[in-house]
């Protein structure tokens, strides 16, 4: 198994330009999530998906956009790059509620800058 | 979720025990205690989790006291590449309150030779 899977791994964006940031996991995982770390920070949660076609806003959700149409892939689309979206963005997935012992797996993030 | 303290900074030699404290006086009956770990430039890593037992697994021991009110993650023999920061994080045992998570600063572990 691979795990979470992002891409890409670093990407410089301009002000105003748009991009998606992928996210897959092979794991089988019904929770998907989408988090944020700036520099000396803890997490962020931008938004998350107990399943396809559901997705819901986490704490920080202003300027993003999530679609979950299979289990495996949840991608984060930034519309409009803006200086203060540059952080490290990290995906993560957990197993769904028949399972008890559910902790994240996490993917190795993606540096974006934004200039 | 019950909120947790952590000292922002520990040392600690190769070969010797790591043991890294977290306070969540506000934990309640149903709220589980979280570990994961933070390598830098990469994603959290889970490490172990519990309720009022003490855990071990390959990577840690977990020790609650017994009020539940703080907890002591224990690395038997820290080397080099557990130098990390360590989150503790409480959360109610349902796979739907991971969204719920409270990610502070952790405690940034630094393992010297």
């Known amino acids: 198994n691979a795990g979470v899977t992002q891409t890409p791994k670093f990407r410089i964006l301009k002000i105003g330009q748009s991009m998606t940031l992928q996210c897959a996991q092979d794991m089988n995982h019904n929770y998907m999530y989408w988090y944020r770390q700036d520099p000396g920070m803890g997490l962020k949660l931008i938004y998350y998906s107990v399943g396809a076609g559901i997705t819901d806003k986490g704490e920080v959700p202003n300027g993003y956009n999530v679609s979950r149409s299979t289990t495996e892939d949840f991608p984060l689309r930034l519309e409009l790059a803006a200086p203060s979206q540059t952080s490290v963005y990290f995906c993560a997935s957990s197993p769904g509620l028949s399972s008890y012992n559910s902790p994240l797996h996490f993917g190795n993030g993606t540096r974006l800058t934004v200039t | 979720d019950a909120k947790t303290t952590q000292p922002p900074s520990m040392d600690c030699a190769e070969g010797r025990a790591a043991n890294l404290p977290c306070n969540h006086s506000?934990?309640?009956?149903?709220?589980?205690v979280y570990w994961y770990r933070q390598i830098h430039s990469q994603g959290p890593q889970y490490i172990i989790h519990g309720l009022k037992n003490n855990e071990t697994n390959e990577m840690a021991s977990l020790i609650i006291t017994e009020d539940r009110k703080s907890s002591t993650l224990i690395l038997p023999h820290a080397t080099l590449r557990d130098t990390a920061v360590y989150y503790c994080?409480?959360?109610?045992?349902?796979?739907?309150?991971?969204?719920?998570?409270?990610w502070g600063l952790g405690t940034s572990l630094a393992v010297n030779p």
């Open positions: 506000t934990i309640s009956g149903n709220e589980y």
């Open positions: 994080i409480v959360r109610v045992e349902h796979a739907g309150n991971n969204r719920k998570l409270i």
